[in-house]
C-alpha cells in the first residue's frame, strides 16, 4: 500500500490515484540531472533552465500515470480489481486486490503499459512535428518522446517485477498449468536482466580499461539491486505458491448440519455425530451461528440451552457459497482474506482471516454444506510455511 502520507490525485478505473512522498527523490534527481543539460542547449535560459527540467520531472510523472493506468484498465477489463495506483520512488505501480487472471488477461494487462507508453510516445512526436516546435517546446517534446519509449522499452525485458516478466509467468503457466511456476520463472529471468545490467553497463567496461559515468553508473547498480530484488520476491512467491497448492478446501472444511436457533443445544449433540459440526440458523434458513461444543462444558445437564446462546457467531460476510471458491492454493486463502472486506466494520488493513473466526459454506441454493474454521486455515498455511528439505534453494 502506499502509506498514509501519499497525495490522493483522483481516481482510474475506479482506484485511487496517489502520490508517494517519496516522488521528491525522483523530482529532485531529474532535476539535477537535466538541469545542465538544459542550460548548456539553450543557454539564453539562465536560471528559468532549472524549471525546464523540472518540466521533465512532471512529464516523467505523466508517462508513469498513463503507463499505470494502462495496466488498471486492461486489467479491469479482464475482471481485476484496481485497488490503487501509486507514484513512488521506483517509478509506479498498480496494486489489484486478490486478481483472479488468466494467462491472456495477464498477457494483455502487462503489455497495456508499455503500448500505452508507445503511443504517447508517437503523440508526442506527430505534435511537435506538426507544430516545429523548438527551443523550450522542442526539449519537453523530445524529454517526452524519448521518456516514453525508454518506460516501454525497459518494462518490456521479459523478468520479474518488469512488466515483460508477465509475458514468462503466463507462458509458463500456460505451458504448465501452474500460475506460481510461471511467477518463480519470472523471478529467475529478472535476476538475469538485473546482473546483465552490472555486468553489460559497468563490469565489462572496466574490465577494458574504460571508465563509465560515476552517475551512470551508481544509477544502474541502483536499478539492478531494486530489480533483484523485486525478481528475489517473485521466486520466494512461486514457491511458497506450490507450497500453498496442498491447502485444499476439501481436506479443511467440516461437514455440517443445520439447526433452527432456538433448538435444545444438548439434545441436538446428542444426535449429532462427533465428526459434524452444527450451524444454527434463523427462520429463513440465514446462518447466524456455529455451535461450540466447549461453550456447553458447565452447564447443568438438566439445563436447556437454546443452541443460539452456545454459537459463535457467524457474520454475513462469512457465509459463502462453496462453489464460488477456489479449490485449492494461494487463490483460495486470498478469497477467504478478502471476503472481510464486505463486512460491517470495513477497516482498512483489517485482514480477513485474522477478523473472522468460521465460514459457513453453503451450496448453490444457500443451504448449508460445511464449516471452515479459522484454526485449520492457520494450521494449514503453517505447515505450508515449513520448507522441505528436498527443495532447491536459489
Same mark, same amino acid.
Given at each position: 500500500?502506499?502509506?498514509?502520507?501519499?497525495?490522493?490525485?483522483?481516481?482510474?478505473?475506479?482506484?485511487?490515484?496517489?502520490?508517494?512522498?517519496?516522488?521528491?527523490?525522483?523530482?529532485?534527481?531529474?532535476?539535477?540531472?537535466?538541469?545542465?543539460?538544459?542550460?548548456?542547449?539553450?543557454?539564453?535560459?539562465?536560471?528559468?533552465?532549472?524549471?525546464?527540467?523540472?518540466?521533465?520531472?512532471?512529464?516523467?510523472?505523466?508517462?508513469?500515470?498513463?503507463?499505470?493506468?494502462?495496466?488498471?484498465?486492461?486489467?479491469?477489463?479482464?475482471?481485476?480489481?484496481?485497488?490503487?495506483?501509486?507514484?513512488?520512488?521506483?517509478?509506479?505501480?498498480?496494486?489489484?486486490?486478490?486478481?483472479?487472471?488468466?494467462?491472456?488477461?495477464?498477457?494483455?494487462?502487462?503489455?497495456?503499459?508499455?503500448?500505452?507508453?508507445?503511443? $504517447? @510516445?508517437?503523440?508526442?512526436? #506527430?505534435?511537435?512535428? +506538426?507544430?516545429? /516546435?523548438?527551443?523550450?517546446? %522542442? &526539449?519537453? !517534446?523530445? =524529454?517526452?518522446?524519448?521518456?516514453?519509449?525508454?518506460?516501454?522499452?525497459?518494462?518490456?525485458?521479459?523478468?520479474?517485477?518488469?512488466?515483460?516478466?508477465?509475458?514468462?509467468?503466463?507462458?509458463?503457466?500456460?505451458?504448465?498449468?501452474?500460475?506460481?511456476?510461471?511467477?518463480?520463472?519470472?523471478?529467475?529471468?529478472?535476476?538475469?536482466?538485473?546482473?546483465?545490467?552490472?555486468?553489460?553497463?559497468?563490469?565489462?567496461?572496466?574490465?577494458?580499461?574504460?571508465?563509465?559515468?560515476?552517475?551512470?553508473?551508481?544509477?544502474?547498480?541502483?536499478?539492478?539491486?531494486?530489480?533483484?530484488?523485486?525478481?528475489?520476491?517473485?521466486?520466494?512467491?512461486?514457491?511458497?505458491?506450490?507450497?500453498?497448492?496442498?491447502?485444499?478446501?476439501?481436506?479443511?472444511?467440516?461437514?455440517? $448440519? @443445520?439447526?433452527?436457533?432456538? #433448538?435444545?443445544?444438548? +439434545?441436538?449433540? /446428542?444426535?449429532?455425530?462427533? %465428526? &459434524?459440526? !452444527?450451524? =444454527?440458523?434463523?427462520?429463513?434458513?440465514?446462518?447466524?451461528?456455529?455451535?461450540?461444543?466447549?461453550?456447553?462444558?458447565?452447564?447443568?445437564?438438566?439445563?436447556?440451552?437454546?443452541?443460539?446462546?452456545?454459537?459463535?457467531?457467524?457474520?454475513?460476510?462469512?457465509?459463502?457459497?462453496?462453489?464460488?471458491?477456489?479449490?485449492?492454493?494461494?487463490?483460495?486463502?486470498?478469497s477467504l482474506a478478502t471476503a472481510a472486506e464486505s463486512a460491517a466494520d470495513p477497516r482498512p488493513g483489517v485482514p480477513g482471516l485474522d477478523s473472522t473466526p468460521v465460514w459457513v459454506l453453503t451450496d448453490g441454493h444457500g443451504a448449508v454444506r460445511s464449516v471452515l474454521p479459522r484454526e485449520r486455515i492457520l494450521t494449514a498455511l503453517a505447515t505450508a510455511s515449513r520448507p522441505d528439505p528436498e527443495e532447491p534453494r536459489p
Amino acid at each position: 500500500m502506499s502509506g498514509p502520507r501519499a497525495l490522493t490525485l483522483g481516481r482510474i478505473a475506479g482506484a485511487p490515484v496517489r502520490l508517494s512522498p517519496a516522488w521528491v527523490a525522483v523530482a529532485g534527481a531529474v532535476v539535477l540531472l537535466f538541469g545542465p543539460q538544459v542550460a548548456r542547449a539553450l543557454p539564453g535560459l539562465g536560471g528559468a533552465a532549472w524549471l525546464v527540467a523540472l518540466g521533465y520531472a512532471a512529464l516523467l510523472a505523466l508517462s508513469v500515470l498513463v503507463h499505470e493506468a494502462a495496466h488498471a484498465v486492461a486489467g479491469r477489463a479482464f475482471g481485476q480489481r484496481p485497488q490503487e495506483i501509486v507514484l513512488t520512488l521506483w517509478g509506479g505501480h498498480t496494486q489489484f486486490a486478490a486478481p483472479q487472471a488468466t494467462p491472456v488477461g495477464t498477457v494483455v494487462t502487462a503489455l497495456a503499459g508499455p503500448a500505452a507508453n508507445v503511443v $504517447l @510516445a508517437g503523440l508526442a512526436w #506527430a505534435l511537435g512535428a +506538426a507544430a516545429d /516546435a523548438r527551443g523550450v517546446p %522542442g &526539449l519537453l !517534446v523530445d =524529454a517526452t518522446v524519448w521518456a516514453n519509449l525508454l518506460l516501454a522499452g525497459f518494462n518490456a525485458l521479459p523478468g520479474a517485477p518488469l512488466d515483460g516478466g508477465r509475458m514468462v509467468e503466463s507462458a509458463v503457466w500456460a505451458a504448465t498449468g501452474s500460475r506460481d511456476r510461471g511467477v518463480a520463472a519470472a523471478g529467475w529471468t529478472g535476476r538475469l536482466i538485473a546482473a546483465a545490467l552490472v555486468i553489460g553497463w559497468v563490469a565489462v567496461p572496466l574490465v577494458r580499461g574504460e571508465r563509465p559515468g560515476l552517475v551512470v553508473s551508481l544509477l544502474l547498480v541502483w536499478v539492478a539491486v531494486t530489480l533483484w530484488r523485486g525478481a528475489s520476491e517473485s521466486v520466494e512467491r512461486g514457491r511458497w505458491g506450490r507450497r500453498l497448492a496442498g491447502v485444499r478446501l476439501a481436506d479443511l472444511a467440516i461437514p455440517a $448440519l @443445520a439447526v433452527p436457533v432456538d #433448538a435444545d443445544a444438548s +439434545a441436538v449433540l /446428542a444426535g449429532v455425530p462427533a %465428526g &459434524l459440526a !452444527v450451524v =444454527a440458523v434463523d427462520e429463513a434458513g440465514r446462518p447466524v451461528g456455529v455451535l461450540d461444543r466447549a461453550a456447553l462444558d458447565g452447564a447443568a445437564a438438566s439445563a436447556r440451552v437454546p443452541v443460539a446462546a452456545a454459537c459463535r457467531a457467524v457474520a454475513p460476510h462469512a457465509v459463502l457459497a462453496a462453489d464460488s471458491l477456489p479449490p485449492s492454493g494461494g487463490a483460495l486463502v486470498a478469497s477467504l482474506a478478502t471476503a472481510a472486506e464486505s463486512a460491517a466494520d470495513p477497516r482498512p488493513g483489517v485482514p480477513g482471516l485474522d477478523s473472522t473466526p468460521v465460514w459457513v459454506l453453503t451450496d448453490g441454493h444457500g443451504a448449508v454444506r460445511s464449516v471452515l474454521p479459522r484454526e485449520r486455515i492457520l494450521t494449514a498455511l503453517a505447515t505450508a510455511s515449513r520448507p522441505d528439505p528436498e527443495e532447491p534453494r536459489p
